[in-house]
């Protein structure tokens, strides 16, 4: 029943930056528990950021310091801030969710966006 719809998605050049967002809808957790993923075309899923039940971010090394997850609870929306793209950033980049239980993230991301596509060119 849960929805989760992805959104800021492009093209640019190496160098510029895009924000992507992810609203979530049809239950009451919404956005507690929530990552992003990517893959490109022959390659495997990889994280790049999650956002814990309290707010705490973790960031792959491979995106840190040119990537921000956060979240506006009242708008139901995920977002990540990407500056400094590379063409390696290339992707299609997921919203996913897990679940929450006694004020913490457990289990795996069961519940996934159908994505946006993230272009970087040279």
């Known amino acids: 029943q849960v929805q989760l719809v992805e959104s800021g998605g492009g093209s640019v050049q190496a160098g510029g930056s895009l924000t992507l967002s992810c609203v979530v809808s049809?239950?009451?957790?919404?956005?507690?528990?929530m990552g992003w993923f990517r893959q490109a075309p022959g390659k495997e899923r990889e994280g790049v950021a999650s956002?814990?039940?309290?707010?705490?971010?973790t960031i792959a090394d491979s995106v840190k310091g040119r990537f921000i997850i956060s979240r506006d609870s009242a708008k139901k929306t995920l977002y990540l801030q990407m500056t400094s793209l590379q063409p390696e950033d290339t992707a299609m980049y997921y919203c996913?969710?897990?679940?929450?239980?006694?004020?913490?993230?457990?289990?795996?991301?069961?519940?996934w966006g159908q994505g946006t596509q993230v272009t970087v060119s040279s």
């Open positions: 996913a969710r897990k679940s929450v239980l006694g004020g913490i993230c457990v289990g795996s991301f069961g519940s």
């Open positions: 049809g239950d009451m957790y919404r956005t507690v528990c």
């Open positions: 956002i814990d039940a309290n707010g705490r971010p």
